[in-house]
């Protein structure tokens, strides 16, 4: 996998994250049928922001250096820039 891959795949779930959120409510809402709740929008941004942390991490084995770059605020959606 070269860098160029991870940088493609970290656009990929960002684009994911958006469309997901777009679609997905304030708040989750609890399906009696199915017994669960359903994907709010905070569960939309914590898991894309898990998969990019990750992609981090196999970045920095391979090549020594991030796909993406946090801010260190704590926000709901973190500030990031794609490194190209």
Do not use: C, W
């Not at 609890?30 to 990750?54: C, E, H, M, P, S």
């Not at 946090?70 to 973190?78: G, R, T």
């Amino acid at each position: 996998m070269t860098y160029e891959e991870l940088v493609a795949r970290a656009r990929r779930i960002i684009v994911t994250m958006l469309d997901e959120h777009e679609r997905a409510p304030a708040r989750g809402t609890y399906n009696k049928l199915i017994g669960k709740y359903t994907t709010a929008q905070r569960d939309v941004i914590n898991a894309a922001t898990a998969n990019l942390k990750l992609l981090n991490q196999v970045s920095q084995m391979f090549y020594g250096k991030d796909v993406v770059t946090f801010a260190e605020d704590n926000v709901e959606l973190p500030k990031l820039t794609i490194n190209d």
